[in-house]
């Protein structure tokens, strides 16, 4: 009798809020920001330095027993409201003191991503396959809907929309395209429930459709033909579509958005142009506080300065690389993301769930054009996806496993008292 992983587990009501925010909440409030522009930008890294507070004031009332402890708690509050209010008051004093570990600190986010994941998950539970589909149904909603108010107005479609960028919007409705995909045996006989509603599953590619990202398009056509559902005929013309989609960008009317599409494919040039002039740029990277050696041509100028909102003078630094594989080559060398590969793909290998296989697509591919985990959004979702691709299910409480010999379907047993009532020879 096969085991069957429970739907819900120990997860609370927190757990999937993480997601709400990232898919549903950072969209709303850059509408809000394009309409209600502030002389004071906020942060990208608040919502979730929000979150991380709420987790600490939750695991210091609980605690991971799970029993509400009284006791010192409010003083714990206190003394962790007045640590925050320090840093907040003297974060600019703090940062000129520790000017020279900042770019370190900066590069080292993907790692600050995955423990405020994993923290997260101890603390609240991890979100299940449902939660990452519903949320990525309601921002292929709003995709659709930006598109077509979008369209309606510029007569294009933007790289850069109102809800956000198209290829970090690609991304989150990946992450929900792989929790979508069907469910099958993995770990010791164990399955998984087939979680989610088919409206999420169709909202989600009408999402990836709307966003009009290529390599978004490009990587739900491999994972949808790949490991998706339904026959072959009906995935071989969803990646018909979605090739169909990626022609049509060409022939689209340029924005002044499209400035960011050839940023990348300027960094990525003249990176390997770099890395041809001096092979061993490859093992050692280049130093996190200088600028990127690359010399802006004559007409570069105006569009990095349209892209990036900074000036050429300044010359190009990491942080303003797109993308995440390119920009760990360039601050670390190849060994490190050589071997970050290696562990994704044998941690992912171990589960052998289409889940993880598509995973390991989006992250390799969207890896290409995209920051990942370097932006907050996008990292804690991908966080989440990988936490939740590797782990193990557990059985349903009072089901019996498959070492327990099951009668039920067989011939009924003959009766042996002995057997019965342990009647052994003394």
């Not at 990232?22 to 394009?34: G, R």
């Not at 320090?86 to 974060?91: D, H, S």
């Not at 979008?150 to 790289?159: D, K, M, R």
Request: glycine residues 8%; proline residues 7%.
């Amino acid at each position: 009798m096969k085991q069957e992983q429970p739907v819900s587990g120990a997860a609370t009501r927190l757990a999937p809020f993480p997601l709400a925010i990232a898919y549903v909440a950072v969209p709303l409030v850059a509408v809000l920001s394009v309409f209600m522009p502030s002389t004071r930008p906020v942060s990208p890294v608040l919502p979730w330095l929000l979150l991380a507070g709420v987790g600490v004031i939750y695991a210091m009332l609980f605690r991971r027993s799970g029993a509400r402890l009284k006791k010192r708690f409010f003083f714990e509050v206190g003394m962790f409201i007045t640590l925050v209010f320090i840093v907040v008051k003297n974060g600019q004093d703090l940062i000129h003191q520790l000017k020279i570990f900042v770019p370190v600190v900066v590069e080292l986010t993907p790692v600050v991503m995955l423990v405020f994941c994993f923290l997260w998950i101890i603390t609240f539970g991890l979100p299940d396959r449902a939660d990452f589909q519903r949320y990525g149904g309601l921002l292929g909603l709003l995709c659709l809907i930006d598109l077509a108010v979008e369209a309606s107005i510029y007569h294009s479609a933007p790289v850069t929309r109102w809800i956000g960028n198209i290829d970090i919007l690609a991304g989150l409705l990946l992450l929900s395209l792989c929790a979508s995909l069907r469910c099958g045996e993995n770990d010791g006989g164990v399955y998984e429930p087939d979680q989610g509603r088919p409206v999420w599953r169709f909202l989600i590619l009408l999402g990836i459709a709307a966003t009009l990202s290529r390599t978004g398009l490009f990587a739900a056509g491999w994972i949808f033909l790949c490991f998706g559902r339904g026959s072959k005929t009906i995935r071989t013309v969803v990646l018909l579509a979605f090739l169909l989609l990626i022609g049509v960008t060409f022939l689209l009317p340029t924005t002044s958005s499209e400035a960011v599409r050839y940023v990348d494919y300027w960094l990525w040039a003249k990176s390997l142009s770099l890395f041809v002039s001096d092979p061993m740029l490859l093992l050692t990277g280049l130093p996190l506080t200088k600028a990127l050696p690359l010399t802006f041509p004559p007409g570069m100028a105006g569009l990095w300065e349209a892209a990036t909102g900074s000036l050429a003078l300044m010359g190009a630094h990491l942080p303003q690389v797109s993308a995440f594989w390119l920009r760990l080559v360039l601050g670390w060398g190849m060994i490190l993301p050589g071997l970050c590969l290696v562990v994704l793909f044998v941690l992912l290998y171990r589960r052998m769930s289409r889940l993880g296989a598509g995973l390991f697509v989006v992250l390799f591919t969207l890896g290409m054009v995209v920051p990942l985990l370097f932006d907050p959004s996008l990292g804690v979702a991908t966080g989440l996806a990988f936490f939740l691709a590797l782990s193990s299910p557990a059985p349903l409480p009072n089901v019996r496993t498959a070492s327990v010999t099951d009668f039920s379907s067989g011939p009924a047993a003959d009766h042996d008292p002995v057997v019965e009532w342990d009647m052994r020879p003394l």
